[in-house]
């Protein structure tokens, strides 16, 4: 093989249109000065522990608001779901769940209480994706505590009377 054609990263060479660009290696790279800077300590805000109750407090709060969402459940799927949520009260008390975990849970019955579902979804979502071997026997459940939020929002929600119902 000639070595003529071939040139390597590592010499010096005119980088072509698709090289990747060189990584400074003396500093942070900043993603767009001040203002990122203050949008991303923003943005950590919330996933900081901020002023998070004791741990006694969170599980009464998850308890009382999780098992309100149950008893609205239909009759057929509620001792299945309290069977699983139980699962989930257990290892709460056993402290085999991370304290990441336990906050997002907690989060989650607080979203639940202030009747945020979208923040709800956001929440059970980042639980199953980032404990998802730690809650694989009761995460599906949380869904079903949501679908009731999102049934009741969507009866409580007023109707717009521009609002096109049949497009042409």
Not at 45 to 70: H, K, N
Request: net charge negative; proline share 7%.
């Amino acid at each position: 093989m000639s070595g003529e054609n071939y040139r390597s990263a590592t010499k010096s060479h005119d980088p072509g249109w698709n090289d990747p660009p060189p990584i400074p290696t003396s500093h942070k790279p900043r993603a767009g000065g001040a203002k990122a800077d203050k949008k991303q300590e923003e943005n950590a805000a919330p996933a900081a522990e901020d002023s998070l109750p004791e741990r006694a407090e969170m599980i009464g709060q998850v308890r009382t608001v999780f098992d309100g969402y149950v008893q609205q459940l239909e009759e057929s799927r509620r001792a299945n779901v309290q069977k699983r949520i139980d699962l989930l009260y257990d290892q709460w008390a056993k402290g085999t769940l991370p304290e990441q975990l336990e906050a997002l849970i907690y989060r989650l019955s607080a979203a639940l209480l202030d009747e945020d579902d979208v923040r709800a979804n956001v929440l059970h979502r980042t639980i199953v994706c980032d404990h998802g071997g730690k809650c694989a026997q009761w995460t599906p459940v949380l869904r079903q505590l949501i679908f009731v939020l999102q049934l009741r929002n969507e009866q409580t929600k007023p109707v717009v009377a521009d609002q096109i119902v049949q497009p042409l």
